[in-house]
């Protein structure tokens, strides 16, 4: 056996969607490219603002000595500083370079966090629907996940996660902006939540970090302000990219950020930053480091995904498919029309159209739809989703 | 406690490397940095060759559309063929991209191999002097080092790994041209070492990698030839980077490459594929995967760092000190003229001279020198070797 029980375990777990996938890329093969409506990927269509191929072309044509040696393992601190200003504008709380280690997008900000503070067997709550890579970054540092349910609207039930916090809990994962749902969380949300887990932390006299998966937090619609955690609970931990907000994601740059009134917070980041070496990340991207320094506040057109959001809301709702409105992100989370998400995301292949069964994100009956995609893809798939709901509602 | 038990005795274990680096940073801030000699870091002083910033201005010119964007988690098809042809042409064995996973660089590359093949216990033997980094990779996938020493050259005693690898052990590191010491295995070596696992698989009825750490394969002196294992070793898997070769070390791009006729090699590249998504690196960075692609055989002047060593190699054996003359990478490990060797790099800072003592490397009684530095640094450090070997050498 080449390779390990846990990753065989792993991999086997995730064949089904890894099928889906490669029965869409034989889809492709067939039909080409262009007759199929691939809705499946939260892949960017958009290329990156053009003031990234401003600072990118000024790099390249004038290079700075030595931009791509080792840094320190916390990334630049010119990078660090301008990230902890944009936080700081953002948030109203006041952020130093110390505050921020610069990782491999917000897929290595997460593992480097969890690495940093799991003991093994402690627990991670998060929330279904989740991203379903929180189960394995949880598995990778011997975590234990422990999944709670959302209410209707996909937010987490604060009685449930009363109830779900024990004397192991470690942390709570929440990601707002949500991917698979669209959901944005409220300030009076975020309020509730901090003043639950301060309860928590001081009925079991245990630490209990909330980690904040933002890396959404600027692809938010109909004017809405983002509410961010760092006011409500001091034990906040950020893990973020730029993969969605200047559409880099092949480029893997991000950033943790800690509470600056986080309890043991030096400590803390001198163990991010000694995770994000061990871990063999080693630093965020040395270029990528130098161009987003200058790119804290640009982001992509949110306009525009809105645009694609409100295409596809309205014509999936006149069709009949129950889907709450996403407030953020580039998601769309329908009810599936037959209780078995994956035979209607079968049926969906029949007419070409690729999404994920819900199953994929800890919730069976629902499917994803990514439209951060390109107009005509949205268009194409327009009839695939009339036919099959014809074919199973009642309505 | 912020930081987990594991993290906490890692960090407190590297606290005295730590603790070297933070009195160098105070002597630089004291004495100004020209004036202090900064052997201790692997931080390659060249800048990378013209021909990778002409790429890179090319793509920041003329962007490919799309380019920054997620791919497959193993890399660019086109990257990972080029990879495959150079593999091939260097090593005579058919590689194809089907061999060939792109990685954030050889530390992700090694975090990737390990966490795919390693059930917990599982042993991984490997050879002091060693790269300190490996220690912490093996015990990130709950895999158990094992340390064997070598020979007075550096090369690693086939009689104790006979008698070294059990049941338990599933792969061995090995790492030439070596981290410290500059020790280049010989093609008799690698030979006899694949002869000797095919032996003990035979013997356990068990699976053993043999993990080649290449990432200064490149940097080779003396008109040497480098010997692959490759052509020794089915069970073969090459860890690898451009940091060296291409002078390029924050940018963390790297690759895996399997032996073509590795048993059950499918598997074990789905494997690393999996784990390549699922620790966090999701995929090596985009642009550079880009750049790369046209760079497989280009290489820094490895001339200039052959002149470093003889310079440095030359006057320190004139001054008395025990050196194996390094045949590649840009280390030397001499013998420490006092046996503490934390003592001597004390002595060493005191003629304001960094160096690593050869504990860091599982190798007391040795220091590390790190001469990929410029000229004017290696012609200062001089004094500071010449006094402390006047204290200390009988000579």
Redesign the interface.
Known sequence: ????????K??VE?SWIRKMFEEGAILKHRYGEENIFDLS?G??VM??PVEF?RE??K???H?L???????GNAGYPETRAAVAVQLSLETGIKFTLNDIVMT??A??????VL?????PG?EVIMFAPYFV?YR??ID?H?GVARVLPTDEQFIPRLNDLEAGIGVKTRAVIINSPNNPTGAVYSEDFVHQLGELLRKKEAQYGT?IFLISDEAYRKIIYDGLEYSSVLPYYTQSIIGTSHSKDL??????IGYIAVHPD????D??V??FI??N????????????QHVVRHLQSVTVSVAEYQQKRDFLYDRLVDMGYSVVKPRGAFYMFPKSPLEDDIAFVAELQQWKVLTVPGRGFGAPGYFRISYCVDDRTLEGSLTGFQKAAQKFNSC
């Open positions: 056996m080449s390779v390990s029980d846990r990753v065989r792993g991999m995730g990927l892949n960017p290329e990156p191929r990118l072309k790099l390249a044509e290079p000595p030595g931009m791509h040696r080792y840094m491999c997008g897929a290595g900000a997460l593992n480097v690495k940093t503070i799991l003991n402690d890579e394995h970054y990778n011997n630490q559409a880099l994601p092949g480029e893997r986080c309890s043991q917070r400590e803390l001198d163990g000694f995770c070496r061990t871990l063999g990340y080693v630093n965020a991207p040395a270029l990528m």
